[in-house]
């Protein structure tokens, strides 16, 4: 399966709220395949991680590179976050060129279903839980440039 494409700003579809996945469509052979073109296109380009609006689906599911391979987030809720924030670096594949320092809680606990739509509790910190925490505002349609610390960079309208 080829690659999908990934859309960039300033399409509009970044800036939408995704709607939650029907729990039937978890099943189904197209949200399988999706899921699987998803990952390789992530590990293709490099990325941390991808989320649904990247590739101009508004649905809450998003796939992020782990340790173990591919990981993948249906209707991720983070439910706890610590006090403690850090500064990191990122970049995203809608963005190119532009990285920048975001502050980040620096450990949360998300809870999502998996691809098997099983629910999983899972507590994240360090880089796991930064790219978590971006993948998730991709879906709320917030991108890292709107929290990036110190200059803004001007978009254009
Ligand atoms: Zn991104």
């Not at 990934?6 to 970044?14: A, D, W």
Request: charged share 25%; aromatic share 4%.
């Amino acid at each position: 399966m080829p690659i999908l494409k990934i859309i960039t700003i300033p399409n509009p579809i970044l800036r939408k709220k995704s709607k939650e996945i029907n729990f039937k469509e978890i099943n189904t052979r197209d949200f399988a395949k999706l899921v699987s073109a998803m990952g390789k296109t992530m590990i293709k380009t490099d990325g941390a991680g991808l989320a649904a609006p990247q590739i101009g689906k508004s649905i809450r599911l998003a796939v992020i590179n782990s340790k173990d391979g591919p990981i993948c987030l249906i209707n991720p809720k983070i439910t706890r976050k610590s006090w403690a924030r850090e500064l990191g670096q990122e970049g995203c594949l809608s963005i190119p060129g532009i990285f920048g320092q975001v502050k980040r809680h620096k450990k949360i606990t998300v809870a999502y279903y998996n691809q098997a739509g099983k629910k999983i509790k899972q507590v994240a910190q360090g880089l796991m839980a930064r790219v978590m925490q971006h993948e998730i505002d991709h879906l709320d349609g917030i991108l890292f440039i709107d929290k990036m610390a110190g200059k803004k960079i001007k978009q254009h309208e």
